[in-house]
Structures are given as structure tokens and as C-alpha cells.
């Protein structure tokens, strides 16, 4: 019989259970879908009506008729009744109804969304309307020109959509009612079969015939002892025979009578229960479990659980240590190779493995690695980097001290072939003394007693040696000792390999860019000039430059070649000698930047052919040629194509700057009231980018002010934007010391951070004028007897100025420059005579045609004025105006003996 009691009982009630909540919730998800699909049919519906009868013959007329309703109502009522909505409206384009099933409400403002249709669209909604919530459709009206003119509005309440929904119902419910009937015979036949295969027992009942059954309990891994409040043994499964040594015949007996120790029988009767706790019994290390099997205070038994961690633990012991060895390289790659400095690398390997590994660390290189050398594989002598560990009264030779090894010994050998070697005897052994057995004798007293000596082995070549050593610790190194020393060398040896790399290309870089950078300004009086440059860690582009000028004038230069490193000061180097070719032609600003623009173009065009056919961008094989992956746009040849450049030109006559920049930052402008200015200058963008023609701008400078010319690294850093930095620089030059010098280093005072990621090159120049009694000029009538008169003129200005020896030689070359003008030129012709550091004598006409210095034969009449010119004068040269061109002559100024 089935009962509640017995499982088959509690099975057919669950199941019963079970089947009545399945069938509610199908119930209720039908009636859902069944309410759905009548308010899916009914929007459908609610639609067609719409668009049926907005698009039916006769409705746009009606509605432009003088009463549409009187019309439109009994159409619109009998479209109701056929479609079986609920309303079917006519609106206006302002919404007021013109039909409704409810007469009353007709000429009022229809309740819901009709905007977007009156702008031609479909609106489909479900809102509350004057007849109760609703799904509904609102369609525009259109006449024949498709225009808007009306509206039409259908729908059904969510009332009738409800009804259809409650009409199914019954058929639902009826449907539930013969699944839970068919359900409930199929349990009933379900359980009669169980209750003959379970013979009515309870749950208890069952549950004690499983914990007895032996097939189960054999197959756990853990023993099992059950003993009876009387202490005798009633099961236990083989595992547990086997951790005990218990006898075939032993369920049955005492647990006193079989054997076991005196700590083991006590436990296995005691009355305390025991959780986790380690036992040990016939050498092996047990953890049991101690249960009672009868509630607190009555007799009852016990169940003892038995598992094996002998094996385990040490398993346990060698993980543990796996896993430290794992944290230890894990904190040697985040900590090792932090900076590109050998030193502080060699540091880093000691302080990572110092006490983790070993009590003291020593890191030995090869001399040639400190000055970022290469090593050649056969270097024996070394010296200490770093030393790491103890306590100042150990004998470890301190960093900097040098030592020597015994390339016959076997042990050194197998460092050079880079293989490490471990001595857990120190005493049997004297390789690793290196030759000073005072050392080795320190070392000894102290303690140490094993070391491990790993070759830092990087690029087939070997470049020290790490010392890991023992002192106190009783444990000698093993071969998972020997693999992780192996592996710390080895990433010491990348880092170290990579910093030793890194000072040889920043030596080179930074020697190649001193050598290119000027040493000293030249002289000139146009300006009072000071500079100072700031490298940063990575060599960079930077230059600048002050360059003297015919005319008393001077050029100031300032640029910056894109990247860092040996290409970039390369390519440094090419612009500004560039620079220095093109000034030396006298050209423009604008012109200058040009010729620059063209070579920056073409280097870039050879490049990129180089690229394209494999040749011209450095190592084949990979090597540190062509780019190297720093963002420099240049080739391995030190092609400038890329770079911003600032050009000016100071006339001190005139106190004019003339100025032009290809991509570069705006100059300052101290005036000499103290007031900061950055002019606008005319944009262009950095050389060899757009190849369009540059524009100057024309400045008139006060004597006494300061043109500060900078490089991008002065202003612009990671965390502040380019005009606080200009900002900033406002702020430092407003009340600067007048002096250039000065002014240079309250500047990089205020602006540079304490290690600067980019170059710094800052140029302040303050300008000066010539007086008006050092220039004198006239204009030179286009007559040949314009030629003594000018000589006369230059005769008489230049005994007023003291120089009354030089004045042959003057008027010489004056009157052979005011005939080459005659001859050669047009008016007007004008002579200007500049006292400087020399005299100047310029000469200039309306022609542009340049004159050319030749030999004259014996028989030529003419030919020999500006050889004479040349012979005579210092240095002279042409320079070209946007009115002709000025022949000009320098000549040295009479020593004058100090009083």
C-alpha cells in the first residue's frame, strides 16, 4: 500500500505536485499568447479599416464638402459594424472629429497621436481614448496631389480584446484538467511499479542499506572504521585495512584485540569529536575525521574517516617551493631592467634574489660593458657592479673592485661557454677565489659554505658573471636552484645587454650632435646673444644657430628634426649645414625656407624609393640601421624629412626682422618696457610636407629687445598643453634680467621638469642698432663723372671717422663697384658706407643681373674691377632686393694700439 511515509508515498506526491504546477503555468502561458494574438489581430485590423477607408472613393471629397460630417458619419458607423472595430474616426488636420460612434463627441480634439500623421506617416498606439483603453490606427487622407487633408482613425478597446481572450478559456482549462488526469494515472501506474521494487520501505530505511553497502564503500579512496558503542569493530572498507594493517577477520572484533597502538584505539573510541586532525600510525601521516553516530548524551557509535597525506604533503613541499621560485621570477621580470643603466641593473639582480634565494649576490662584468663596449668572448678580467646582502662586516668585495679568473680551470671554461656551475663544498675547492685566497679565507670564517656562479650570456657572447651564494643555511643547492639562477642571469643578461647598447648609441648619438652644435657664438654687434641647450635621456634634433650676414646684419636659426637618437642627429646636422650654405648665399627668409622645403622633399622621394626597392633603410638582416623604431623620419643617411625650422634676419640699420617659419613655434618678444609678445607669423607647415611657396613677416624692432627663439621641448609635456606652456614662458621672461645670459636661465628655470623627455635648445638675442654716425649713404647720379664724385664723398666721410689710412684702398674699390653699377646696371644707384667691426662699402642699383668675377687677358680694355675688388677687400659678394641688387665689400678696420 503507499503511504506518505514511504518513498514511493512522497515520489507520487511530488510528481502530483509537479504535474498541477506545469499545468497552471501552460494554462496561463496559453491564455497570454491567446490575449496576444486578439490584440496583434485587432491593431491589424484596427489598421486595414484605417487605410481602407482613408483611401475609399469619396472620402477626401467629403471631407473638403461643407459638411463632412453629414457625410462621412454613416460611413464611417457602417465600416464600424462590418469590421467589428470599436470606433472609426474622421479627423481634420487640427484633430477635431468629424465622426465618432458616440454623436456627442463629435467637433471635439481627438485624444492620442495624430501629428505624425498629418505628416504623412502611420501611427499605431495603445492609449486610453474616450471609449477606454485601445489599440488603434491613424492614417493620413490625401487628395489627388497627394497632399494631407484630413485623417482617419480606427481601433478596438482592449474590452473586446479581452473578451475574445476569455471566450478561449474554457477550452484552456479543459485541456489543463485531462493532462493533470492523465498525469495522475501515469504516476499511479509509475509508483505501483516502484512500491513492488522498494517493498514500502521508508527513506530512513533505505539510507542505512546504503551506508552498509560494501560496493560502496570500497570504491571510496578514503578508509572508513565504524565502531558500536561496545568498542567493537562493525565496518570498515579495504582503504582503511590497508592505512591500519588491519587482519581479514576483524569486523566483529574489539578494536583493542587487533593490533593497533594505544593512541590510535583511544581515538577510534574516544567520545570527542575529531576534525582534520593529523594522526600518525605505522609511518604514514593520517588526517582523520571522528564522528558520533548517536545524538549527545545516549550510547551510541562512532564512524572514523582515514586519508593518506604522506605523499601529499611532500607533494605539498615541493609545490610550495615551485611556486616561490615562480613569485621570485615574476618579480624579477617587473623589477629588473627598470632603467638603461648597467649599474643600476646588476642593483636590481641583487636586490631581487637577496634573501629569497641567496644570502648574498654578487654581479661581476667584463670591463668593456661599462663603456657600453662589446665584449669579444675572451675576456677574463672583470669588474664588480653591484653586491647585494649581509651586513657590513662580510667580506664581499664592494662594487668597482676588479678580479681575474683562471681560463684553464675547468669550472671558468664552462662560465665562458656560458654554463653555470654550482659547489655545495666551498672547502674542497679553490676556483672560485679568483686568485685572492685572503678573500676566500673571509669568506669561510662567515660562513658560506655553497655558491652558484651564472654566466650572464647574452648574444652569443658572455658579459659577467652573477654569484649566488649561501652562508648559515644548512640546505645545499639543487637542480631547481641551478634552473632558476640560470634564469635570473639570463634576464639580468638581456637588461644589461640592452643598457650596454643603449649608452653606446646615446654616446655616439650625443658626441656626433656636440660636434655638429656651434661651440661658441660668432661675433657681431647686431645682436647680444645667449643660448643654452638641454639634452634629455634620448639624443634628439634640436639646433640653433646665430649667423653673421653682409650688411652688419645677422640670422638667427632655430629647428627641430622629428625623433631621437644618431639618425635624428644626423639629420641635425645636414639641415644646419644646409642652413649654413643656403645663408651664405644672402637669401631671404622666405627664399632660404625654401630651398630647405626642397631638399627636405627630395630626401624624402629618395627614402621612400629606397623603401620600395629594399635598399637605402639600413640592416638587411634586422640590424640598428634605418629606422629604428623611435618615430624618426629619417633613413639610415640622416635624410631630413621631417622637421620645423625658424629663420630671422636682423638688420641693425634699419632695426627690421625679418621673418619666416616652416612649422615651428612663434617667437617671444621682450620689448624694452618688459612686455612679452608672441607675433603671429604666417603658418607653413614643417619642411618637405606641402612644398608650397613660404611668406615673411616684416617686424620693426626697438633697440634693446629680446628675441627669444625656442624648440618645442621648452613648452609642450605630457601633462600640460602647449598654451599653459606658452604661458609659462610669458611668466618667466615678464621681468627677465636684461641680460641674455641671465634671461637663458630663468627660463629653463621656470619651464624644464627634472628629467626632460625632449630636447631643449633656446636662443635669446637682445638687438642692437648702429648709430646714425656710423652709415652714411648717397644716391650717385647715372653719369661716369658720378665715379670721382663718389670717390670724393667716401674720401671726405671717411676722415671723419678716423680711418683716413684705408681710404685709398676704400675709394678704390668704391669707384670700380659705381662703374661695374654704370656699366652693367640701371638706376637707381645709391652708395652706403657702414662703420661695424669693418667697413662696409655696398653699392646698389636697379639690376638684378649678377656680376661675375674673370680673368682679363692683356689685351682686354675692361674685366679687372671686381678682381681688383676681390684682391682688396676682405670679403664681398652679392645680395639681391626687390629693387636690384647691392654689390657689397668688407674691409678690416686700422689696429688701433690700447692707450
Not at 33 to 49: E, F, Q, W, Y
Not at 535 to 557: K, N
Not at 605 to 623: C, F, H, I, K, V
Not at 745 to 773: H, M, N, S
Request: some cysteine.
Amino acid at each position: 500500500m503507499v503511504t506518505a511515509r514511504s518513498v514511493v508515498g512522497q515520489m507520487f506526491i511530488l510528481l502530483i505536485g509537479l504535474v498541477l504546477l506545469l499545468v497552471a503555468a501552460s494554462v496561463l502561458v496559453l491564455y497570454l499568447h491567446v490575449r496576444h494574438g486578439a490584440k496583434d489581430g485587432a491593431a491589424t485590423r484596427s489598421l486595414v479599416t484605417a487605410q481602407s477607408f482613408a483611401g475609399a472613393p469619396g472620402t477626401a471629397e467629403a471631407l473638403r464638402s461643407p459638411d463632412p460630417t453629414a457625410v462621412l458619419q454613416p460611413r464611417a458607423e457602417g465600416v464600424r459594424e462590418r469590421t467589428h472595430t470599436d470606433f472609426v474616426v474622421v479627423l481634420n488636420r487640427e484633430g477635431i472629429r468629424f465622426t465618432h460612434p458616440d454623436p456627442d463627441r463629435i467637433g471635439e480634439r481627438f485624444i492620442g497621436t495624430f501629428e505624425p500623421a498629418r505628416e504623412g506617416k502611420v501611427v499605431r498606439e495603445t492609449t486610453e481614448g474616450t471609449l477606454g483603453p485601445s489599440v488603434r490606427s491613424v492614417v493620413p487622407v490625401r487628395d489627388e496631389d497627394g497632399e494631407v487633408i484630413g485623417m482617419v482613425a480606427a481601433g478596438v478597446t482592449l474590452e473586446r480584446i479581452n473578451l475574445v481572450a476569455i471566450n478561449e478559456l474554457p477550452l484552456l482549462l479543459g485541456a489543463g484538467a485531462g493532462a493533470v488526469a492523465l498525469a495522475t494515472g501515469t504516476a499511479a501506474l509509475v509508483s505501483r511499479r516502484l512500491l513492488r521494487q522498494t517493498r514500502g520501505m521508508g527513506p530512513a530505511e533505505i539510507t542505512r542499506m546504503y551506508e552498509r553497502h560494501d560496493a560502496v564503500l570500497h570504491a571510496v579512496r578514503e578508509g572508513m572504521v565504524i565502531v558500536d558503542a561496545k568498542g567493537r569493530l562493525l565496518l570498515l572498507n579495504e582503504e582503511a585495512a590497508r592505512l591500519l594493517g588491519l587482519p581479514d577477520d576483524a569486523t566483529g572484533r574489539d578494536i583493542g584485540d587487533l593490533g593497533l597502538d594505544k593512541a590510535t584505539v583511544a581515538l577510534l573510541s574516544s567520545g570527542d569529536e575529531v576534525t582534520d586532525e593529523v594522526h600518525m600510525a605505522g609511518g604514514r601521516l593520517l588526517t582523520v575525521n571522528h564522528r558520533l553516530t548517536a545524538p549527545a548524551g545516549r550510547p551510541g557509535g562512532t564512524v572514523t574517516t582515514l586519508r593518506d597525506t604522506t605523499e601529499l604533503r611532500a607533494a605539498s613541499g615541493r609545490a610550495e617551493a615551485a611556486q616561490k621560485r615562480l613569485e621570485l621570477l615574476y618579480a624579477a621580470g617587473i623589477a629588473i631592467g627598470t632603467t638603461l643603466d648597467v649599474i643600476r641593473t646588476a642593483e636590481e639582480l641583487t636586490e631581487v634574489a637577496v634573501p629569497e634565494f641567496a644570502d648574498y649576490v654578487t654581479v661581476d662584468l667584463v670591463e668593456p660593458v661599462f663603456r657600453g663596449g662589446d665584449s669579444n668572448g675572451a675576456e677574463n678580467r672583470m669588474r664588480r657592479a653591484a653586491t647585494g646582502g649581509g651586513t657590513p662586516g662580510r667580506p664581499v668585495r664592494g662594487p668597482r673592485t676588479t678580479l681575474r679568473l683562471n681560463a684553464d680551470i675547468p669550472q671558468v671554461r664552462a662560465l665562458a661557454a656560458g654554463r653555470a656551475v654550482v659547489e655545495n663544498d666551498l672547502h674542497g675547492t679553490d676556483w672560485w677565489q679568483a686568485g685572492d685566497e685572503e678573500y676566500a679565507a673571509g669568506l669561510m670564517r662567515h660562513g658560506f659554505h655553497a655558491v652558484i656562479c651564472a654566466p650572464l650570456h647574452a648574444r652569443g657572447v658572455v658579459l659577467g658573471v652573477a654569484g649566488f651564494w649561501r652562508a648559515g643555511r644548512q640546505e645545499r643547492f639543487d637542480g631547481e636552484d641551478l634552473s632558476l639562477a640560470e634564469e635570473l642571469a639570463a634576464r639580468t643578461a638581456v637588461c644589461v645587454d640592452n643598457a650596454r647598447r643603449y649608452a653606446r648609441e646615446h654616446e655616439l648619438a650625443a658626441t656626433l650632435q656636440r660636434s655638429l652644435l656651434p661651440r661658441r657664438l660668432p661675433e657681431q654687434n647686431a645682436v647680444e646673444a645667449a643660448y643654452r641647450y638641454q639634452p634629455a635621456e634620448a639624443v634628439g634634433g634640436d639646433f640653433f644657430d646665430v649667423i653673421p650676414l653682409s650688411g652688419a646684419r645677422v640670422a638667427l636659426v632655430v629647428g627641430d628634426v622629428v625623433g631621437h637618437g644618431l639618425h635624428a642627429a644626423a639629420a641635425m646636422g645636414r639641415l644646419r649645414t644646409a642652413v649654413h650654405n643656403f645663408a651664405a648665399l644672402d637669401l631671404p627668409p622666405d627664399e632660404l625656407l625654401g630651398r630647405l622645403d626642397e631638399l627636405a622633399d627630395r630626401d624624402g622621394r629618395e627614402t621612400a624609393s629606397g623603401d620600395a626597392s629594399g635598399r637605402g633603410t639600413g640592416d638587411r638582416d634586422g640590424g640598428d640601421g634605418g629606422n629604428s623604431g623611435d618615430g624618426l623620419d629619417t633613413d639610415g643617411s640622416g635624410a631630413v624629412t621631417g622637421a620645423t625650422c625658424l629663420y630671422a634676419i636682423y638688420d641693425p640699420v634699419e632695426r627690421l626682422c625679418t621673418l619666416a617659419t616652416a612649422g615651428h613655434l612663434p617667437p617671444a618678444l621682450v620689448h624694452p618696457d618688459g612686455t612679452v609678445e608672441f607675433p603671429r607669423l604666417i603658418a607653413h607647415p614643417p619642411l618637405g610636407v606641402a612644398g608650397m611657396p613660404f611668406e615673411p613677416t616684416e617686424l620693426r624692432l626697438a633697440e634693446g629687445t629680446r628675441v627669444v627663439l625656442y624648440t618645442d621641448g621648452l613648452i609642450e609635456a605630457r601633462d600640460r598643453d602647449i598654451d599653459v606652456g606658452l604661458g609659462l614662458l610669458r611668466d618667466a621672461l615678464t621681468g627677465a634680467p636684461d641680460d641674455p645670459d641671465a634671461a637663458c636661465d630663468r627660463v629653463l628655470d621656470a619651464l624644464l621638469p627634472e628629467r626632460p623627455t625632449d630636447d631643449v635648445a633656446v636662443l635669446i638675442a637682445r638687438t642692437q642698432a648702429l648709430a646714425l654716425g656710423q652709415v652714411a649713404s648717397w644716391d650717385v647720379p647715372f653719369t661716369p663723372s658720378a665715379v670721382a664724385e663718389g670717390r670724393a664723398a667716401a674720401g671726405r666721410q671717411l676722415a671723419a671717422w678716423g680711418l683716413a689710412e684705408i681710404a685709398f684702398i676704400t675709394e678704390l674699390i668704391l669707384s670700380e663697384m659705381i662703374t661695374n653699377a654704370l656699366v652693367h646696371g640701371s638706376a637707381p644707384i645709391r652708395v652706403r658706407l657702414l662703420r661695424d667691426r669693418t667697413l662696409i662699402c655696398e653699392v646698389s642699383d636697379g639690376s638684378s643681373t649678377s656680376p661675375h668675377l674673370r680673368n682679363a687677358t692683356a689685351t682686354d680694355e675692361g674685366g679687372r674691377g671686381l678682381f681688383l675688388v676681390a684682391q682688396y677687400a676682405d670679403r664681398w659678394g652679392t645680395r639681391y632686393t626687390a629693387e636690384g641688387k647691392v654689390i657689397w665689400a668688407e674691409q678690416r678696420l686700422p689696429h688701433r694700439p690700447r692707450r
